[in-house]
């Protein structure tokens, strides 16, 4: 006999015909992207276990298992044994015991043995196909292990034949209920957890505890997300770039250079916190149309780019303006009043006019150095009050998709455009509150502190909004 499973997490095995979906459905359930899916069927050929953990604790653990290949053989067999229902599982176990070497049976072996062995049952059919009499066979074969089981409704097509399912999936199972793996939110995940909870009282507690970790998990990968987005915005614009030369003058190829340098410089900062961030979310085997990431093919300095995330000319605008009124007020304090607040009005006219005119401008090229000698090229901080909106749209946005991304998901990963994102999360208020933070970065001094800290906290209130919306 197989021994029993002793661990106290729950265990559930995804079992039905082949492909229906048990990969798919698998793999958004433990978060993992390495679960082997396929369109070909029989692509999952033996039982594989993903445990999903937090913080070194498995809050439950899933069986991704082969289709039925011949179910009404199977069951040809223990019916042959007339045993009262309290006995079937053992006949199940004598059927495991006596065909573990038939590779006819394989399949059937390898999806009931993490059954018999403790695990729940979530069979999953799909419900874009008719029903049909030859699932019952398999249904009964389940019916026969004794085991708690729910059903699971998969949609891998658009046609909906979900009524018949339900009604014939009812006289099996404890539960239907429906789930797209290629579509789960965070509260469909709550909402299946929560029904695998009921299926035996022995799982009700630990299913409650996993519930509450999973949400604390949701919360710290916002937290760690808000963190790398307020570090990519605060490095890449006070980033300074230098490049030595050793001529009277700096040549316009050089001149050419140091911004390129300058540009791949926060474009290789952008990438690795996708990348980071896509760790985060358990997505590090998502796919790419090339290996820097690009939002449709649009470069992080590009007008298109500019366009969808940057602040319009007005919005930056009224942001130099307000920004300009502050280092005026200074002027004002600074001679007591005297200037009868000219100095706010000036401020804020330069302020503005200069951030009008720097819309497509970055930072200027700086020569410095000894008169003989050795000298340098140096750009940077980023003076450009547009950049700062233009690259947090960019990883807001990145942030978002990858987290409402099921783990189900294998085609090439490449983000649709949302002309009316920047809408969705920058506001007036917002932005004057970035726009302090965003002066201090490109200052060039360093931060006082909890300030950035501060800016964290801004990142994990908008990343909360958008991805639990």
Known sequence: MVKKMTSQHPKFAVVGHPNKGKSSIVSALALDDS???????GTTTKKRSFPLSVDGKILYELFDTPGFQRARKVLAW?????VP????????????????????FNDEIELLEPIMDGAGIIYVVDGSQPYGEEYETEMEILRWTGQPSMALINHIDETDYSEEWKKALEHYFKMVRTFNPMQTT???????????????EEWIAPLKVSIKL????????IERSASLLARLVYESVSAVEKLSFYTQEASEEERQKIESNYKDRL????????????????????????????????????????????????????????????????????????TLLLGGVIGAVVG???????????SEVKVLGQTMGKRYLEMGPMENRNFPYILLGRAIYHTMKVAQTS????????????????????????RKSLEKYHKKFRSGKALEAGELQEYEEIMKRILKHLIDA
Not at 85 to 104: C, L
Not at 316 to 321: A, D, F
Request: proline content about 1%; cysteine-free; aromatic content about 10%.
């Open 35 to 41: 679960v082997q899916i396929s369109d070909t069927p």
């Open 78 to 82: 223990l019916e042959k044994h007339d």
């Open 85 to 104: 229902a309290n006995k079937k599982h053992e006949v199940v176990q004598a059927f495991i015991d006596t065909h573990k070497d038939d590779e006819r």
């Open 186 to 200: 965070f509260e469909q995940h709550m909402s299946i957890l929560e029904s695998m909870a009921q299926l035996k």
């Open 214 to 221: 999973f949400k604390q998990y949701q919360e710290q990968m």
């Open 267 to 338: 474009r290789d900062l952008e990438v690795a916190t996708q990348k980071h961030i896509e760790e985060i979310w358990n997505h590090d085997h998502l796919k790419t149309e090339k290996k820097v990431f690009t939002f449709e093919g649009m470069d992080l300095f590009s007008e298109e780019t500019a366009s969808v995330f940057g602040l319009t000319r007005k919005e930056l605008l009224i942001t130099g303006v307000t920004s300009g009124a502050v280092t005026g007020a200074g002027i004002d304090l600074l001679f007591a009043g005297h």
């Open 352 to 362: 503005g006019t200069g951030a009008y005119f720097g819309f497509n401008e970055l």
């Open 407 to 430: 783990h189900a998901k294998r085609e090439v990963f490449d983000i649709e455009m949302d002309q009316t994102f920047k809408e969705k999360w920058l506001d007036d208020t917002l």
